[in-house]
């Protein structure tokens, strides 16, 4: 049973625009947010989280919103840059599970020039 | 600062060949974790450990050995390497103090199960 969903495997956007990626959740003891950026043949790289007890948070071009009643974040980059072309992931820690995290299986986002 | 480094990069087996797979941080973190990463699967955590000489299952520890015998180092054994373990394997470290739970990943081992 997957707990974080990233529904949607992909997203094309044009440069300086928004992108708006998704990810849900069903495990009601996730407190803790975050996203992952990946490149091709490199690690995932931090990006931004959120802790539950807050329903936005921002860094620069990056600002995750979470709504807590929907089991719902959402990441949005503006405006878009061709460099931001990578595999986003959202990634939830479980209170009880001694800083383990789970993953969802990644949003392949690409911004057209 | 290295941060995170995996050995090897790359690696090609034979069904039924084992192999170790090195991570080794120089951040001194307490907790490591292997992950593996596969088409449409996101990553999956296989073992990881909250300490030297900790170790502890995850989600998809079967046919995986790990051994933590070193704060620096993480190790994670193949001792029977099948197709099904062809795969891009992670290694990530973690400071167990304050309320960041980011977890520091390195470059990443493709490895090839033939």
């Known amino acids: 049973d997957q707990q974080v969903k990233q529904n949607s495997p992909s997203l094309s956007v044009q440069e300086g625009r928004i992108s708006i990626l998704n990810c849900d959740y069903t495990?009601?003891?996730?407190?803790?947010f975050l996203w992952y950026k990946k490149y091709p043949a490199e690690g995932p790289t931090f990006l931004i989280s959120?802790?539950?007890?807050?329903d936005k948070n921002e860094d620069g071009r990056f600002t995750v919103f979470l709504n807590k009643s929907a089991k719902h974040l959402s990441l949005h980059i503006v405006p878009s840059q061709p460099g931001d072309s990578a595999v986003y992931f959202c990634?939830?820690?479980?209170?009880?599970?001694?800083?383990?995290?789970?993953f969802g299986k990644g949003i392949t986002l690409s911004v057209r020039p | 600062n290295a941060g995170v480094t995996q050995t090897p990069k790359f690696r090609v087996l034979k069904t039924g060949q084992s192999m170790t797979l090195l991570c080794a941080q120089d951040?001194?973190?307490?907790?490591m974790y292997w992950y593996r990463q596969d088409p449409g699967m996101g990553l999956r955590l296989i073992h990881y450990?909250?300490?030297?000489?900790?170790?502890a299952k995850g989600e998809v520890p079967d046919g995986y050995n790990v051994s933590r015998l070193k704060k620096q180092n993480f190790l994670l054994g193949l001792e029977s390497a099948a197709p099904s373990q062809t795969s891009v394997y992670f290694c990530?470290?973690?400071?167990?103090?304050?309320?960041?739970?980011?977890?520091?990943f390195g470059p990443g081992t493709r490895l090839t199960v033939t």
């Open positions: 990530a470290s973690k400071t167990s103090g304050g309320h960041s739970y980011e977890q520091y």
């Open positions: 495990n009601s003891m996730f407190d803790y």
């Open positions: 959120i802790s539950s007890i807050k």
């Open positions: 990634a939830a820690r479980d209170t009880g599970a001694n800083s383990k995290l789970t």
């Open positions: 951040m001194n973190h307490e907790y």
């Open positions: 450990s909250v300490g030297e000489g900790t170790t």
